[in-house]
């Protein structure tokens, strides 16, 4: 492949001696030949000519970052989930414009992101902002590339920020068992079962704000996750899981059914036949009433502080203490690749080699 020039898009010569060019236009990939790289150059610059004039191109030139990256969250709208949107949306209101958004595209440098993240972390931006500003940036930057707006990707030339490693809290089976005495008890209220659930399961709880009585075969002792709600400004929004993977069949442990036969029986009093965890109305909780109920039972029993979600990895930690192969974690959690997985298993099995020698002495020492 030769050396492209700044807009040219994708240029190469094929086996057969012509050459080819490539330019990305509305989602499309249109290719066009010629003999000589001149003449294919020189098409792609037309097509990129009629496609500024019917405006669905802004000329490169005199684009800033912030110009690009309003006609980059239009273009990917559609495709986006509306959390994901709000979500990008936000990250480059609050932690790309201030900085970069006046820079050229054309014009803009490694240098310029990499000083651009060293006055964030400076300011206070927590290294998880700083990651999904350097992420977005990259994607952002890589489709520009595709299109032949830019000649080179700067995002790809720096190192990336990298969030501190924290100890991420877990409980242990003994406080793990005082939780659900307590929630057996009634002492969780209307939540108490959900999270129970949660812990039953490691589901994330907008899959568990999904789940419906039709997901459910008392007969098998099974769930069926197939949907998740999510919250936009404190409405829910009902999709289907981000991955393949999240589409999944979980077994309970039988105090699992339990707690869910309970919330059958408290949803048949109130004439709910919907949604598995609603409220009295039968409408899906606001997810920040949840994690209050879950912090007051959570600070009566004087537990370590955990996020509801951590309440899925305390799930995964129990799987790793059993022995269940990782792969079954895996598959169990939703995770499209076992890196999430693998990192609770690490955190579980930190004295492994100490397990290792146990191990040993069982088989060989007697």
């Known amino acids: 492949m030769g050396k492209r020039s700044n807009g040219e898009g994708t240029v190469f ?5 012509r050459w080819q060019g490539a330019l990305q236009l509305d989602g499309k990939r ?15 610059r037309a097509l990129q000519a009629q496609a500024r004039q019917a405006g669905r191109l802004p000329d490169a030139g005199n684009m800033t970052l912030g110009d ?13 989930r509306p959390k994901t949107l709000d ?53 952002a930057l890589r489709d520009a590339l595709r299109w032949g707006l830019i000649a080179s990707n700067p995002a ?6 990298k969030r501190p490693t924290t100890e991420r809290p877990l409980w242990t ?26 812990l039953a399961t490691g589901c994330r709880i907008g899959e568990a704000l999904g789940l419906r009585w039709s997901d459910v075969s008392w007969e098998a002792g099974t769930v069926h996750i197939e949907r998740q709600v999510t919250e936009l400004c404190s409405h829910p929004i009902e999709g289907a899981p981000k991955t393949k993977a999240g589409i999944r069949t979980i077994a ?32 899906v909780p606001l ?27 305390v799930s995964l930690s129990l799987l790793a203490m059993a022995g269940v192969p990782l792969k079954v974690a895996q598959a169990r959690a939703g995770h499209s690749t076992a890196r999430m997985t693998l990192d609770v298993y690490q955190h579980v099995l930190g004295e492994g080699d100490l397990m290792a020698a146990e191990a040993l002495e069982k088989a060989i020492g007697g």
């Open 13 to 17: 010569r094929r086996n057969d001696g």
């Open 68 to 80: 690009y990256l309003t006609h980059w969250l239009e273009q990917a709208a559609p495709r986006l």
């Open 87 to 139: 979500d990008y949306q936000a990250v480059v209101r609050v932690h790309v414009l201030p900085g970069l958004g006046g820079v050229k595209l054309s014009r803009l440098q490694p240098l310029h992101l990499a000083r651009h993240y060293a006055a964030l972390r400076k300011s206070g931006v927590s290294g998880f902002r700083l990651e999904k500003a350097h992420c977005l940036l990259h994607k």
């Open 173 to 198: 089976l003994e406080q793990v068992n005082v939780f659900l005495g307590a929630i057996r008890d009634g002492q969780g209220g209307r939540y108490g079962p959900l999270l129970g659930f949660l």
């Open 287 to 313: 997810q920040g009433n949840i994690r209050r109920a879950f912090t007051l039972l959570r600070a009566k029993l004087g537990l370590p502080r955990v996020r509801v979600h951590d309440l899925r990895h």
């Open 30 to 44: 249109q290719a066009v030949y010629g003999r000589t790289r001149a003449e294919v150059t020189g098409k792609l």
């Open 252 to 283: 309970l442990p039988q105090w699992g059914l339990e707690l869910l036969r309970r919330r059958w029986l408290e949803a048949l009093s109130e004439g709910q036949a919907g949604r598995v965890f609603c409220t009295e109305r039968g409408t």
């Open 156 to 161: 790809s030339l720096i190192d990336a920020p």
